[in-house]
T-cell receptor, first 112, second 110 residues
Framework: SAVISQKPSRDICQRGTSLTIQCQVD?????MFWYRQQPGQSLTLIAT?????????ESGFVIDKFPISRPNLTFSTLTVSNMSPEDSSIYLCSGRRTETQYFGPGTRLLVL | AQRVTQPEKLLSVFKGAPVELKCNYS??????LFWYVQYSRQRLQLLLR??SRESIKGFTADLNKGETSFHLKKPFAQEEDSAMYYC????????????FGQGTTLQVKP
């Protein structure tokens, strides 16, 4: 299995500001992903974090709003830029190893 | 289009009763199906995957390609089974990404 940690675990932010969420995996994973879980909703994939290159974004998500970095095989960051109350969600990082995806505990974001 | 449908938002049963959480999918190729579970205040974790054909915590799920279903079953529910359950589809081995259903909250009453 893979152990995934995220920082911060939660935050309250003002609209117009940006927040960077960090994701650390305890050992190498082949792929890393970022998901969003809005209140009362299921998980929606934001993007695939690619090591050393630009992330691959899903429809409805853009790099300017959600810049992602993955400098190595065990670390990734997601930035939520120019936040609005609609960005209030849980953001989850996941890593894939041997055909199984493991999830971090999530970052609970509230934008006022 | 790739889609996962869990028609029940909430399923409430008594302890010892059988449980079936429904999952239907839409995918044109050969899918990999998973069940993930999230207990209260815990992270999302893999419960089982169809290719393993295993039973975890008494739960089983069989992939029915004819009905495009992957229902999760347990013959006798326990209170500790109360959680949110997500069905997920992995549609392409090249991308690795998962598509999740809306989730079903299972409530097992004493």
């Amino acid at each position: 299995s893979a152990v995934i940690s995220q920082k911060p675990s939660r935050d309250i932010c003002q609209r117009g500001t940006s927040l960077t969420i960090q994701c650390q995996v305890d050992s190498q994973v082949t792929m890393m992903f970022w998901y969003r879980q809005q209140p009362g909703q299921s998980l929606t994939l934001i993007a695939t974090a690619n090591q050393g290159s630009e992330a691959t974004y899903e429809s409805g998500f853009v790099i300017d709003k959600f810049p992602i970095s993955r400098p190595n095989l065990t670390f990734s960051t997601l930035t939520v830029s120019n936040m609005s109350p609609e960005d209030s969600s849980i953001y989850l990082c996941s890593g894939r190893r041997t055909e199984t995806q493991y999830f971090g505990p999530g970052t609970r974001l509230l934008v006022l | 289009a790739q889609r996962v449908t869990q028609p029940e938002k909430l399923l409430s049963v008594f302890k010892g009763a059988p449980v079936e959480l429904k999952c239907n999918y839409s995918y044109s190729g050969s899918p990999e199906l998973f069940w993930y579970v999230q207990y209260s205040r815990q992270r999302l974790q893999l419960l089982l995957r169809h290719i393993s054909r295993e039973s975890i915590k008494g739960f089983t799920a069989d992939l029915n390609k004819g009905e495009t279903s992957f229902h999760l079953k347990k013959p006798f529910a326990q209170e500790e089974d109360s959680a949110m359950y997500y069905c997920a589809l992995h549609g392409s081995s090249n991308t690795g990404k998962l598509i999740f259903g809306q989730g079903t909250t299972l409530q097992v009453k004493p």
